[in-house]
């Protein structure tokens, strides 16, 4: 199955948009469509969960931690964290790759960070 990303709220728009626009079939969910504002670390990962999303985000101060909490319990689709200082034709093209050369099964319950 193709990855399918979900934007924590704290994801800059730009990075979707830009992904999109280079490759529009690729399933990336805003945060705003998944209803994340103001949602804890761990409802995010829940629901992210639930959909089966791999999680886009900038946080690299408090996700790591609730991630490691989350998938000792619970079966996660995965984080990716992207740095905020990244150029972001390099995100678009590291998202693309993603999406293009994995499955969805091989990030589950895993944690990354770009670059690849």
Partial sequence: MKVRFQADADLNELLIKATLRREPSIDFQTSRAAG?????????LELAAKSGRLLATHDRKTMPNHFGEFIATETSAGVLIIPQT???????DDLIL??????????INRIYALPL
């Fill in 36 to 44: 994340l504002a103001g949602l804890t670390d761990r409802e995010v």
């Fill in 86 to 92: 990244m150029p972001l034709s390099q995100v678009v």
């Fill in 98 to 107: 993603i999406w293009t050369a994995s499955e969805a099964e091989e990030w």
